[in-house]
Protein backbone atom coordinates (compact mmCIF):
# COMPACT_ATOMS: atom_id res chain seq x y z
CA UNK A 1 0.00 0.00 0.00
CA UNK A 2 2.58 2.44 1.35
CA UNK A 3 4.00 1.79 -2.37
CA UNK A 4 1.27 2.31 -4.74
CA UNK A 5 0.84 5.60 -2.53
CA UNK A 6 4.51 6.33 -3.15
CA UNK A 7 3.89 5.96 -6.70
CA UNK A 8 0.64 8.17 -6.79
CA UNK A 9 2.79 11.12 -5.03
CA UNK A 10 5.24 10.40 -7.72
CA UNK A 11 3.26 11.06 -10.07
CA UNK A 12 1.31 13.56 -8.91
CA UNK A 13 4.37 15.66 -8.54
CA UNK A 14 5.48 14.93 -11.83
CA UNK A 15 2.21 16.27 -13.26
CA UNK A 16 2.13 19.71 -11.44
CA UNK A 17 5.93 20.42 -12.90
CA UNK A 18 4.29 19.59 -16.18
CA UNK A 19 1.75 21.61 -15.87
CA UNK A 20 3.45 24.64 -14.69
CA UNK A 21 5.92 24.10 -17.86
CA UNK A 22 2.26 24.86 -19.93
CA UNK A 23 1.03 28.12 -20.43
CA UNK A 24 -2.16 27.53 -21.39
CA UNK A 25 -2.95 23.92 -21.29
CA UNK A 26 -6.51 23.89 -22.63
CA UNK A 27 -4.61 24.95 -26.29
CA UNK A 28 -1.29 23.63 -26.12
CA UNK A 29 -2.22 19.77 -25.32
CA UNK A 30 -6.22 20.04 -27.42
CA UNK A 31 -6.81 16.78 -29.29
CA UNK A 32 -6.13 17.42 -33.10
CA UNK A 33 -9.48 17.00 -34.12
CA UNK A 34 -10.51 19.61 -31.66
CA UNK A 35 -7.67 21.30 -33.15
CA UNK A 36 -8.55 21.11 -36.58
CA UNK A 37 -12.61 22.32 -35.60
CA UNK A 38 -11.24 25.24 -33.87
CA UNK A 39 -8.84 25.88 -36.98
CA UNK A 40 -11.81 25.17 -39.09
CA UNK A 41 -14.40 27.76 -37.66
CA UNK A 42 -10.98 30.74 -37.44
CA UNK A 43 -10.57 29.70 -41.08
CA UNK A 44 -14.60 30.60 -42.41
CA UNK A 45 -14.19 33.73 -40.19
CA UNK A 46 -11.16 34.85 -41.40
CA UNK A 47 -11.50 34.08 -45.21
CA UNK A 48 -14.92 36.34 -44.96
CA UNK A 49 -13.28 39.02 -42.62
CA UNK A 50 -10.17 39.48 -45.29
CA UNK A 51 -12.62 40.04 -48.39
CA UNK A 52 -15.08 42.33 -46.63
CA UNK A 53 -12.14 44.30 -45.21
CA UNK A 54 -9.20 44.81 -47.46
CA UNK A 55 -9.29 45.58 -51.09
CA UNK A 56 -5.94 43.64 -51.72
CA UNK A 57 -7.85 40.11 -51.13
CA UNK A 58 -11.10 40.94 -52.11
CA UNK A 59 -9.30 42.10 -55.96
CA UNK A 60 -7.41 38.59 -55.25
CA UNK A 61 -10.55 36.38 -54.41
CA UNK A 62 -12.79 37.85 -57.75
CA UNK A 63 -9.80 37.29 -59.83
CA UNK A 64 -9.81 33.44 -58.59
CA UNK A 65 -13.59 33.60 -58.85
CA UNK A 66 -13.50 32.29 -55.11
CA UNK A 67 -16.04 33.23 -52.53
CA UNK A 68 -15.75 33.24 -48.61
CA UNK A 69 -18.32 30.77 -48.57
CA UNK A 70 -16.27 28.20 -50.60
CA UNK A 71 -14.01 28.14 -47.91
CA UNK A 72 -15.59 25.08 -45.32
CA UNK A 73 -13.12 24.06 -43.14
CA UNK A 74 -8.81 23.62 -43.11
CA UNK A 75 -8.78 21.78 -46.04
CA UNK A 76 -10.34 24.54 -48.30
CA UNK A 77 -7.36 26.50 -46.72
CA UNK A 78 -5.25 25.58 -50.78
CA UNK A 79 -8.13 27.26 -52.60
CA UNK A 80 -6.95 30.67 -50.64
CA UNK A 81 -4.44 32.61 -52.37
CA UNK A 82 -0.77 33.11 -51.52
CA UNK A 83 0.92 35.84 -50.10
CA UNK A 84 4.58 37.33 -50.00
CA UNK A 85 7.02 40.09 -49.18
CA UNK A 86 6.22 41.33 -52.83
CA UNK A 87 2.75 41.89 -51.82
CA UNK A 88 3.93 43.93 -48.79
CA UNK A 89 6.21 46.31 -50.56
CA UNK A 90 3.96 47.08 -53.24
CA UNK A 91 0.83 47.84 -50.53
CA UNK A 92 3.96 49.62 -48.48
CA UNK A 93 2.97 50.89 -46.23
CA UNK A 94 -0.39 50.43 -44.92
CA UNK A 95 -2.19 49.25 -47.51
CA UNK A 96 -2.92 45.65 -46.27
CA UNK A 97 -4.28 46.93 -43.26
CA UNK A 98 -7.86 45.56 -42.52
CA UNK A 99 -8.68 47.87 -39.48
CA UNK A 100 -8.81 51.88 -39.29
CA UNK A 101 -5.07 53.64 -38.16
CA UNK A 102 -7.30 54.66 -35.19
CA UNK A 103 -7.32 50.68 -34.22
CA UNK A 104 -3.20 50.26 -35.23
CA UNK A 105 -1.60 50.39 -31.74
CA UNK A 106 1.46 49.41 -32.85
CA UNK A 107 3.84 49.81 -35.99
CA UNK A 108 7.28 46.92 -36.66
CA UNK A 109 8.54 47.23 -39.98
CA UNK A 110 11.62 44.61 -40.99
CA UNK A 111 14.48 45.78 -43.78
CA UNK A 112 13.85 44.75 -46.84
CA UNK A 113 16.42 44.34 -50.34
CA UNK A 114 13.92 48.11 -52.56
CA UNK A 115 14.92 49.98 -49.24
CA UNK A 116 11.25 50.50 -48.44
CA UNK A 117 11.23 48.10 -45.10
CA UNK A 118 8.41 45.65 -44.80
CA UNK A 119 5.98 46.89 -42.13
CA UNK A 120 3.49 45.15 -40.13
CA UNK A 121 0.20 46.50 -38.28
CA UNK A 122 -1.21 44.89 -35.15
CA UNK A 123 -3.84 45.99 -33.01
CA UNK A 124 -4.62 45.73 -29.35
CA UNK A 125 -5.76 42.05 -29.88
CA UNK A 126 -3.08 41.33 -32.39
CA UNK A 127 -0.43 42.45 -29.56
CA UNK A 128 -2.55 40.35 -26.75
CA UNK A 129 -2.65 37.18 -28.72
CA UNK A 130 1.36 37.77 -29.95
CA UNK A 131 2.04 38.15 -26.02
CA UNK A 132 0.31 35.14 -25.02
CA UNK A 133 2.41 33.23 -28.13
CA UNK A 134 5.63 34.11 -26.26
CA UNK A 135 4.60 33.45 -22.79
CA UNK A 136 3.90 29.80 -24.26
CA UNK A 137 6.88 30.11 -25.36
CA UNK A 138 8.58 31.13 -21.79
CA UNK A 139 6.64 29.06 -19.57
CA UNK A 140 7.50 26.08 -22.00
CA UNK A 141 11.42 26.97 -21.30
CA UNK A 142 10.49 26.56 -17.09
CA UNK A 143 10.86 30.48 -16.56
CA UNK A 144 7.71 31.88 -13.84
CA UNK A 145 7.28 34.57 -12.34
CA UNK A 146 10.39 34.50 -10.22
CA UNK A 147 13.02 34.88 -12.36
CA UNK A 148 14.72 37.83 -14.24
CA UNK A 149 15.05 38.15 -17.74
CA UNK A 150 17.51 40.12 -19.56
CA UNK A 151 16.22 41.09 -22.89
CA UNK A 152 19.17 41.80 -25.28
CA UNK A 153 17.38 41.25 -28.39
CA UNK A 154 17.56 44.58 -30.30
CA UNK A 155 14.35 47.02 -29.09
CA UNK A 156 12.76 48.96 -31.84
CA UNK A 157 11.20 48.08 -35.39
CA UNK A 158 12.70 45.19 -34.75
CA UNK A 159 10.09 42.48 -32.78
CA UNK A 160 12.75 40.80 -30.63
CA UNK A 161 13.02 43.05 -28.23
CA UNK A 162 9.54 44.43 -27.63
CA UNK A 163 8.08 40.86 -28.47
CA UNK A 164 10.56 39.27 -25.90
CA UNK A 165 9.72 41.98 -23.61
CA UNK A 166 6.33 41.68 -23.60
CA UNK A 167 5.91 37.82 -22.95
CA UNK A 168 7.93 38.06 -20.17
CA UNK A 169 6.30 41.17 -18.19
CA UNK A 170 2.88 38.80 -19.37
CA UNK A 171 4.33 35.82 -16.88
CA UNK A 172 4.75 38.25 -14.39
CA UNK A 173 8.58 38.02 -14.78
CA UNK A 174 11.11 41.02 -13.90
CA UNK A 175 12.75 42.95 -17.49
CA UNK A 176 15.91 44.22 -17.80
CA UNK A 177 15.08 46.05 -21.28
CA UNK A 178 18.79 45.62 -22.06
CA UNK A 179 18.39 45.66 -25.91
CA UNK A 180 21.78 44.60 -28.16
CA UNK A 181 25.29 45.87 -27.56
CA UNK A 182 27.33 46.91 -25.11
CA UNK A 183 28.75 43.93 -23.68
CA UNK A 184 30.56 44.31 -20.92
CA UNK A 185 27.71 46.49 -19.37
CA UNK A 186 25.36 43.02 -20.26
CA UNK A 187 27.90 40.80 -17.87
CA UNK A 188 27.60 43.40 -15.14
CA UNK A 189 23.61 44.28 -14.98
CA UNK A 190 23.59 40.08 -15.48
CA UNK A 191 25.73 39.72 -12.41
CA UNK A 192 24.62 42.18 -10.58
CA UNK A 193 20.76 41.91 -10.76
CA UNK A 194 20.69 38.04 -10.81
CA UNK A 195 19.60 37.64 -14.40
CA UNK A 196 18.22 34.50 -14.96
CA UNK A 197 17.05 34.16 -18.59
CA UNK A 198 18.88 35.80 -21.50
CA UNK A 199 17.06 36.36 -24.73
CA UNK A 200 19.17 37.05 -27.60
CA UNK A 201 20.69 35.52 -30.72
CA UNK A 202 22.92 32.44 -30.38
CA UNK A 203 25.71 34.44 -31.90
CA UNK A 204 25.29 37.16 -29.47
CA UNK A 205 24.85 34.37 -26.97
CA UNK A 206 28.22 32.87 -27.72
CA UNK A 207 29.70 36.40 -27.98
CA UNK A 208 28.52 37.04 -24.26
CA UNK A 209 29.49 33.39 -22.80
CA UNK A 210 33.11 34.43 -24.40
CA UNK A 211 33.08 37.42 -22.32
CA UNK A 212 31.12 35.90 -19.33
CA UNK A 213 34.54 33.56 -19.09
CA UNK A 214 37.03 36.80 -18.99
CA UNK A 215 35.36 38.43 -16.46
CA UNK A 216 35.95 39.24 -13.04
CA UNK A 217 33.32 36.88 -11.10
CA UNK A 218 33.11 33.18 -11.06
CA UNK A 219 30.27 31.34 -12.65
CA UNK A 220 28.60 30.49 -9.38
CA UNK A 221 28.25 34.60 -8.69
CA UNK A 222 25.67 34.52 -11.74
CA UNK A 223 22.19 32.90 -11.76
CA UNK A 224 21.88 32.05 -15.49
CA UNK A 225 19.90 29.12 -16.17
CA UNK A 226 17.91 29.56 -19.24
CA UNK A 227 18.47 31.09 -22.80
CA UNK A 228 15.81 31.90 -25.20
CA UNK A 229 18.14 31.72 -28.65
CA UNK A 230 16.47 32.61 -31.91
CA UNK A 231 15.98 35.14 -35.20
CA UNK A 232 18.87 32.88 -36.91
CA UNK A 233 19.33 30.19 -38.10
CA UNK A 234 21.88 27.95 -35.24
CA UNK A 235 22.52 24.11 -34.95
CA UNK A 236 22.92 22.02 -32.19
CA UNK A 237 26.45 21.54 -32.31
CA UNK A 238 25.36 25.68 -31.36
CA UNK A 239 23.21 24.64 -28.54
CA UNK A 240 25.56 22.27 -27.00
CA UNK A 241 28.27 24.66 -26.91
CA UNK A 242 25.93 27.54 -25.51
CA UNK A 243 25.14 25.53 -22.80
CA UNK A 244 28.07 24.01 -22.06
CA UNK A 245 29.95 27.63 -22.01
CA UNK A 246 27.16 29.73 -20.21
CA UNK A 247 26.00 26.49 -17.94
CA UNK A 248 22.38 26.61 -19.08
CA UNK A 249 19.45 25.19 -21.07
CA UNK A 250 19.74 26.63 -24.53
CA UNK A 251 15.73 27.01 -26.39
CA UNK A 252 14.99 27.83 -29.32
CA UNK A 253 12.50 30.50 -30.45
CA UNK A 254 11.35 31.37 -34.08
CA UNK A 255 9.67 33.57 -35.18
CA UNK A 256 8.97 35.92 -38.20
CA UNK A 257 7.81 39.59 -37.81
CA UNK A 258 5.26 39.27 -41.27
CA UNK A 259 3.36 36.94 -38.81
CA UNK A 260 4.30 38.62 -35.52
CA UNK A 261 7.69 37.92 -34.19
CA UNK A 262 9.44 35.75 -31.35
CA UNK A 263 7.15 33.22 -30.40
CA UNK A 264 5.49 31.69 -33.92
CA UNK A 265 7.48 28.59 -32.94
CA UNK A 266 9.01 27.32 -29.56
CA UNK A 267 10.97 24.29 -27.80
CA UNK A 268 9.68 22.56 -24.89
CA UNK A 269 11.70 20.70 -22.38
CA UNK A 270 11.61 17.53 -24.74
CA UNK A 271 13.82 19.78 -27.35
CA UNK A 272 12.67 17.68 -29.82
CA UNK A 273 11.38 20.14 -32.35
CA UNK A 274 9.60 24.00 -32.17
CA UNK A 275 6.26 23.44 -31.42
CA UNK A 276 3.89 26.26 -33.27
CA UNK A 277 1.24 28.03 -31.97
CA UNK A 278 -1.67 26.43 -34.80
CA UNK A 279 -4.29 27.69 -33.36
CA UNK A 280 -3.48 31.47 -34.57
CA UNK A 281 -0.63 30.26 -36.98
CA UNK A 282 -1.79 27.16 -39.85
CA UNK A 283 1.73 25.53 -41.25
CA UNK A 284 2.08 24.39 -43.96
CA UNK A 285 4.50 23.22 -46.33
CA UNK A 286 5.04 23.90 -49.71
CA UNK A 287 7.26 22.65 -52.27
CA UNK A 288 8.94 26.06 -53.21
CA UNK A 289 9.14 25.78 -56.57
CA UNK A 290 5.37 24.35 -57.22
CA UNK A 291 3.68 25.88 -54.12
CA UNK A 292 2.00 22.36 -54.06
CA UNK A 293 1.91 20.96 -50.22
CA UNK A 294 4.45 18.43 -49.61
CA UNK A 295 3.80 15.14 -47.54
CA UNK A 296 3.83 15.32 -43.62
CA UNK A 297 7.50 14.93 -42.48
CA UNK A 298 9.15 16.32 -46.21
CA UNK A 299 11.59 19.61 -46.10
CA UNK A 300 9.47 22.45 -48.08
CA UNK A 301 8.81 25.81 -47.35
CA UNK A 302 6.73 27.24 -44.70
CA UNK A 303 3.92 28.68 -45.19
CA UNK A 304 1.23 30.24 -42.81
CA UNK A 305 -1.93 31.77 -42.52
CA UNK A 306 -3.31 33.94 -39.67
CA UNK A 307 -6.27 33.03 -38.14
CA UNK A 308 -7.21 35.38 -35.46
CA UNK A 309 -4.96 38.63 -36.56
CA UNK A 310 -7.50 41.76 -37.20
CA UNK A 311 -4.72 44.55 -38.13
CA UNK A 312 -3.10 42.78 -41.29
CA UNK A 313 -3.75 39.54 -41.92
CA UNK A 314 -1.70 37.51 -44.27
CA UNK A 315 -3.42 33.82 -46.03
CA UNK A 316 -0.84 31.73 -47.30
CA UNK A 317 2.46 33.78 -46.26
CA UNK A 318 5.18 32.32 -47.94
CA UNK A 319 8.03 32.81 -45.33
CA UNK A 320 11.33 31.21 -47.27
CA UNK A 321 12.05 29.11 -44.68
CA UNK A 322 13.00 25.41 -45.11
CA UNK A 323 12.03 22.84 -42.81
CA UNK A 324 9.44 20.03 -41.89
CA UNK A 325 6.73 19.15 -39.89
CA UNK A 326 5.78 16.57 -37.64
CA UNK A 327 2.38 15.58 -36.18
CA UNK A 328 2.58 13.04 -33.68
CA UNK A 329 2.37 13.88 -29.71
CA UNK A 330 5.40 15.72 -28.29
CA UNK A 331 6.33 13.61 -24.86
CA UNK A 332 5.86 16.92 -23.22
CA UNK A 333 2.02 16.33 -23.79
CA UNK A 334 1.72 19.29 -26.34
CA UNK A 335 -0.40 18.12 -29.51
CA UNK A 336 0.99 21.38 -31.55
CA UNK A 337 2.98 20.16 -34.32
CA UNK A 338 6.63 20.47 -34.24
CA UNK A 339 9.60 22.21 -36.67
CA UNK A 340 12.56 21.13 -37.79
CA UNK A 341 15.53 23.60 -37.15
CA UNK A 342 15.18 25.69 -39.65
CA UNK A 343 17.46 24.75 -42.62
CA UNK A 344 17.79 27.55 -44.36
CA UNK A 345 16.07 30.04 -46.84
CA UNK A 346 14.80 29.66 -50.34
CA UNK A 347 15.73 33.05 -51.46
CA UNK A 348 19.33 34.78 -51.63
CA UNK A 349 18.50 37.13 -47.65
CA UNK A 350 21.80 36.06 -45.54
CA UNK A 351 21.43 36.69 -41.77
CA UNK A 352 24.54 38.30 -40.25
CA UNK A 353 24.79 38.44 -36.55
CA UNK A 354 20.79 38.59 -36.16
CA UNK A 355 20.75 41.10 -38.75
CA UNK A 356 18.88 40.35 -42.80
CA UNK A 357 21.27 41.53 -45.28
CA UNK A 358 20.35 41.06 -49.23
CA UNK A 359 22.91 41.41 -51.41
CA UNK A 360 20.64 44.17 -53.51
CA UNK A 361 20.86 46.36 -50.67
CA UNK A 362 24.79 46.06 -50.76
CA UNK A 363 24.57 47.09 -54.68
CA UNK A 364 22.82 49.94 -53.79
CA UNK A 365 24.86 51.31 -50.99
CA UNK A 366 27.68 51.19 -52.90
CA UNK A 367 25.90 52.74 -56.16
CA UNK A 368 24.80 55.59 -54.13
CA UNK A 369 28.27 56.95 -53.56
CA UNK A 370 30.54 58.35 -56.82
CA UNK A 371 33.43 56.24 -56.01
CA UNK A 372 32.81 52.87 -56.46
CA UNK A 373 32.26 50.31 -59.26
CA UNK A 374 29.08 48.35 -58.96
CA UNK A 375 31.18 45.12 -58.48
CA UNK A 376 31.57 43.75 -54.81
CA UNK A 377 32.07 40.04 -53.24
CA UNK A 378 30.75 39.71 -50.13
CA UNK A 379 32.29 35.96 -47.76
CA UNK A 380 30.39 35.28 -44.57
CA UNK A 381 31.84 33.42 -42.21
CA UNK A 382 32.19 32.11 -38.60
CA UNK A 383 34.86 32.44 -36.19
CA UNK A 384 34.46 31.45 -32.76
CA UNK A 385 31.27 31.29 -33.34
CA UNK A 386 30.22 34.99 -34.34
CA UNK A 387 29.74 36.10 -37.86
CA UNK A 388 32.52 37.42 -39.94
CA UNK A 389 32.08 39.29 -42.80
CA UNK A 390 34.48 40.98 -45.32
CA UNK A 391 33.18 42.94 -48.24
CA UNK A 392 35.19 43.36 -51.23
CA UNK A 393 34.22 46.52 -53.70
CA UNK A 394 36.37 47.80 -56.39
CA UNK A 395 37.08 51.04 -56.65
CA UNK A 396 37.12 53.24 -59.76
CA UNK A 397 40.21 54.58 -61.76
CA UNK A 398 40.35 57.78 -61.04
CA UNK A 399 39.50 57.21 -57.32
CA UNK A 400 42.17 54.33 -56.95
CA UNK A 401 45.99 55.70 -55.85
CA UNK A 402 48.49 54.15 -54.09
CA UNK A 403 48.15 56.62 -51.24
CA UNK A 404 47.14 54.92 -48.00
CA UNK A 405 45.71 57.67 -46.03
CA UNK A 406 42.77 58.22 -48.94
CA UNK A 407 42.45 54.80 -49.60
CA UNK A 408 41.69 54.34 -45.89
CA UNK A 409 39.00 57.46 -46.01
CA UNK A 410 37.48 55.64 -48.74
CA UNK A 411 37.05 52.51 -46.88
CA UNK A 412 35.52 54.64 -43.78
CA UNK A 413 33.28 56.10 -45.87
CA UNK A 414 31.98 53.03 -47.26
CA UNK A 415 31.46 50.95 -44.17
CA UNK A 416 29.89 54.22 -42.37
CA UNK A 417 27.19 54.71 -45.15
CA UNK A 418 26.78 50.31 -44.87
CA UNK A 419 26.55 50.44 -41.02
CA UNK A 420 23.89 53.43 -41.08
CA UNK A 421 21.70 51.63 -44.50
CA UNK A 422 21.86 48.05 -43.17
CA UNK A 423 22.49 48.29 -40.25
CA UNK A 424 25.45 46.09 -39.85
CA UNK A 425 29.14 46.52 -39.77
CA UNK A 426 30.98 45.22 -42.50
CA UNK A 427 34.53 44.52 -43.31
CA UNK A 428 35.44 46.81 -46.20
CA UNK A 429 38.55 45.79 -48.76
CA UNK A 430 38.89 48.34 -50.99
CA UNK A 431 40.33 46.45 -54.27
CA UNK A 432 41.38 47.58 -58.03
CA UNK A 433 39.26 47.90 -60.94
CA UNK A 434 38.39 45.14 -62.38
CA UNK A 435 40.13 42.72 -59.46
CA UNK A 436 36.67 40.89 -58.93
CA UNK A 437 36.05 38.22 -61.09
CA UNK A 438 33.50 38.66 -63.83
CA UNK A 439 30.69 36.52 -64.43
CA UNK A 440 28.56 36.00 -68.04
CA UNK A 441 26.02 34.56 -66.12
CA UNK A 442 24.44 35.19 -62.82
CA UNK A 443 27.24 36.84 -60.81
CA UNK A 444 28.16 35.45 -57.41
CA UNK A 445 28.38 37.85 -54.93
CA UNK A 446 28.31 36.16 -51.75
CA UNK A 447 30.12 33.13 -50.52
CA UNK A 448 28.79 31.94 -46.98
CA UNK A 449 31.33 29.76 -45.57
CA UNK A 450 29.38 28.99 -42.60
CA UNK A 451 28.41 26.01 -41.62
CA UNK A 452 25.01 26.19 -40.28
O1 LIG B 1 13.78 37.44 -36.38
C1 LIG B 1 11.73 37.54 -35.11
C2 LIG B 1 12.43 36.91 -33.96
C3 LIG B 1 13.02 37.71 -33.00
C4 LIG B 1 12.46 35.54 -33.82
C5 LIG B 1 13.65 37.15 -31.91
C6 LIG B 1 13.09 34.94 -32.73
C7 LIG B 1 13.67 35.75 -31.79
P1 LIG B 1 12.53 38.86 -38.72
O2 LIG B 1 13.58 39.87 -38.47
O3 LIG B 1 11.35 39.24 -39.54
O4 LIG B 1 11.92 38.37 -37.36
O5 LIG B 1 13.26 37.59 -39.35
C8 LIG B 1 12.53 36.43 -39.62
O6 LIG B 1 14.52 35.07 -39.27
O7 LIG B 1 11.94 34.01 -41.53
C9 LIG B 1 13.88 33.07 -40.34
O8 LIG B 1 14.51 33.04 -41.58
C10 LIG B 1 14.81 33.68 -39.31
N1 LIG B 1 14.58 33.11 -37.97
C11 LIG B 1 13.86 33.62 -36.96
N2 LIG B 1 13.91 32.80 -35.89
C12 LIG B 1 14.66 31.75 -36.26
C13 LIG B 1 15.08 30.55 -35.62
C14 LIG B 1 12.60 37.77 -36.32
N3 LIG B 1 14.75 30.27 -34.37
C15 LIG B 1 13.44 35.36 -40.18
N4 LIG B 1 15.83 29.68 -36.34
C16 LIG B 1 12.71 34.05 -40.34
C17 LIG B 1 16.19 29.93 -37.62
C18 LIG B 1 15.08 31.94 -37.60
N5 LIG B 1 15.84 31.05 -38.26
Redesign the pocket.
Known sequence: ILLAYSYLCQGYTQLKTRQKMIWNETIECMSREQLRDLQSQRLRKMADYVYHNTPFYRKKFQEMGLEPGDIRDIDDIVKLPFTNKLDLRDNYPFGLTAVPMSQIVRIHA?SGTTGKPVVVLYTRKDLAMWTEAISRAFTAYGATKNDIFQVS?GYGL???GL??HDGATNIGASVIPMSSGNTQKQITLMHDFGTSVLCC?PSYAMFLAETLKDCEWPRDEFKLRIGA??????TEEMRHKLETSLGIKAY???????IS??GVGYECECQNG?HLNEDYFYPEILNPETGEPMPEGQLGELTFTHLTKEGMPLLRYR???LTALHYEKCACGRTLVRMD??LG?CDD?L?IR?V?VFPSQIESVILSLPEYEPHFLLTVDRKDNTDTSELQVEVKEEYYTDEMSTMVGLQKKLEAELRSVIGLGFKVRLVEPRAIERSTGKAKRVIDKRKL
Open positions: SYFTGGATFGAEPWDIYGLSEGPTTHDRIRMIGN
